[in-house]
Antibody, heavy 122, light 113 residues
């Protein structure tokens, strides 16, 4: 059974840093691109960042570019995001999600973790 | 960035009736080299992560009931639930994967009338 479990969320002051982790199991982790998606309380979904299976291709949303760094360790079946210079508006439930493929293309995200809550507040 | 705009923001439909949700993109999501529209529909129920319903704008995900269908091309897309069931109460999102950032629509909350 495919499972994704995020960890590392919590309460942090504005301007500080936090590192989130996502542990994958039940699938061959290094066969899949992985992504972070967030959802502010009571709000919609926002794609944050994605990384290819090898780590060679990375992309960020404009709202986090220069502040967040995505990475992965395929030997540990794990995905990470280092979040620096956190802002109040980064407060959200952070999901990790596995890329879904069709005909060799990414067509969305087929498995998601339950999320880890990040609260940025003084 | 490609902006995704859904309408309506909320929708109340009677059980057994049809529900229709619109999604418009600020740029075409049609890629002529493979004749595909790069759009996915998700369903999110309270306290759960999203679930893929439809990808390539009209391909139903395995296990999704056939009352769910997707249509449209270019910049205009529609998710249709042909006969609303109680378990379909959820928020529905469209997402483009034509280019990063992979933007979502703002969501449509579907309720029972």
């Amino acid at each position: 059974e495919v499972q994704l479990v995020e960890s590392g969320g919590g309460l942090v002051q504005p301007g500080r840093s936090l590192r989130l982790s996502c542990a994958g199991s039940g699938f061959t982790f290094d066969d899949f691109a992985m992504h972070w998606v967030r959802q502010a309380p009571g709000k919609g979904l926002e794609w944050v960042s994605g990384i290819s299976w090898s780590g060679s291709t990375i992309a960020y949303a404009g709202s986090v570019k220069g502040r967040f760094t995505i990475s992965r360790d395929n030997a540990k079946n794990s995905l990470y995001v280092e979040m620096d210079s956190l802002r109040v508006e980064d407060t959200a439930l952070y999901f990790c999600a596995r890329a879904k493929y069709s005909d060799g293309y990414v067509v969305g995200f087929d498995y998601w973790g339950p999320g880890t809550l990040v609260t940025v507040s003084s | 960035d490609i902006v995704m705009t859904q309408s309506p923001v909320s929708l109340a439909v009677s059980l057994g009736d049809r529900a229709t949700i619109s999604c418009k993109s600020s740029q075409t999501l049609f890629y002529s080299s493979n004749n595909k529209n790069y759009l996915t529909w998700y369903q999110q129920k309270p306290g759960q992560p999203p679930r893929v319903l439809i990808y390539w704008a009209s391909t139903r995900e395995f296990g999704v009931p056939d009352r769910f269908s997707g249509s449209g091309s270019g910049t205009d897309f529609t998710l249709t639930i042909s006969s609303l069931q109680a378990e379909d109460v959820a928020v529905y999102y469209c997402q483009q994967y034509f280019t990063t950032p992979y933007t979502f629509g703002q969501g449509t909350k579907l309720e029972i009338k």
